[in-house]
C-alpha cells in the first residue's frame, strides 16, 4: 500500500516548502495540501489540494477517507507575536486542531504523525545557554503555553494509545520562499528582504539578542528525516530539541553586510524584545543527533549566500 500523506496548514512558511520536499520523494499523487485557505492550494508545485478547516474534525476526517491517508504532517497553528495578539485564538487554532489531529490518527490508525513544537516552550526559568532536553518549561507566551500542552499530549497519545507521533522544537527558521508572518524570529528573515528592497533594515529586537535559528532548507531535512527513522530510534515523544545557529542580530546585520553592499541596520526593539528574553540563547540538541542521526549543513555564510541570490531571483520577478 502507498504512503499517502497529508500536509495540514499547507500554505505557512513550513508547509509551502515542505509539500514539494515530500511529493518529490513520494510522487505528487501522493501528497495531498490542506489550508484553510484556498491560496494554499499548490504550495510549490501542482498538486492535490483540500480546502479545510483543521479545527472542525469532521473537515479532517472527510480528507483522512477520501484519499486513504497513512501519515500526517500537522503544521498548523498561530505564532507567537500574532498569539499575544488574540491568545483565544491562539488557544482555540493550536490546542484544538492537534487534539482532532491525533484522535483521527488513533481512530483511523494513521501510521505517524508530525507536529511541529518550538523553542517557545521554553521560558525565562529554563537555562538560557545550551538549553537541556529535559528541563522546566514555563512559558510566557499563549505560543509557548500551547506547544507545552501540544508536546505533552503528544506523548499522552503515544503511551495511552501506542500513536507513532514525533515532534522536534523548532528554533526561528529563515526562508525566501515566504515573507515574515509576525513570528518573534522573523528579524532573521526580514533583514534579508529589506536589505535587497530598502538597502536598510530597523530590526525589532537589540543588537545584542541571540537567538537560535535555522535555514529552511534543514528545518524540512529534519522533518523528513526524523519521519523516516525507525520507531525503536525515537526515544522522545514530547519534542526534540532542535537547533543549526545562534548568532546576535548585530552578528547577523554585519554578515548580510558583507554581501549586500552598503546596507544599514538599526535595532529599534519593540514588544517582541520581551519575547525574544524569554527564550535560549542556544540548544542542546545531542539528543536528536544520538538518536536519529541530526546534523544540520548551513551555516551562517551559506545561508546569506543563498538567501540573497535566490531572493534577488524572486525579487526582479
Known sequence: MKTKILVTGAGGQIGSELVPALRAEFGAENVIASDIKASGATPGAAGLFEQADATQAAELEAIIIKHQISVIYHLVGVISAVGEQNPDLAWRVNMASLKNVLDLAVSHKIDRVFWPSSIAAFGPSAPREMTPQATILEPT??????????????????????????????????????????????????????????????????????????????????????????????????????????????????????????????????????????????????????DWGWQPEFGLDDLSQDMIKNLKLKLAR
Open 141 to 290: 507566551t499563549i505560543y509557548g503555553v500551547t506547544k507545552v500542552a501540544g508536546e505533552l499530549l503528544c506523548n499522552y497519545y503515544h503511551h495511552k494509545y501506542g500513536l507513532d507521533v514525533r515532534s522536534v522544537r523548532y528554533p526561528g527558521i529563515i526562508s525566501w520562499q515566504t515573507k515574515p508572518g509576525g513570528g518573534t524570529t522573523d528579524y532573521a528573515c526580514a533583514i534579508y528582504y529589506d536589505a535587497l528592497e530598502k538597502g536598510h533594515y530597523d530590526c525589532f529586537v537589540s543588537a545584542e539578542t541571540i537567538l537560535p535559528m535555522m535555514y529552511m532548507p534543514d528545518a524540512i531535512r529534519a522533518a523528513m528525516s526524523l519521519m523516516a527513522a525507525a520507531p525503536e530510534k525515537i526515544k522522545v515523544r514530547t519534542s526534540y530539541n532542535l537547533t543549526a545557529l545562534d548568532f546576535s542580530a548585530q552578528e547577523l546585520a554585519d554578515n548580510v553586510s558583507k554581501y549586500v553592499s552598503g546596507f544599514t541596520c538599526a535595532f529599534v526593539p519593540d514588544a517582541r524584545q520581551k519575547i525574544a528574553d524569554s527564550w535560549p540563547k542556544s540548544i542542546d540538541d545531542s539528543a536528536a543527533r544520538a
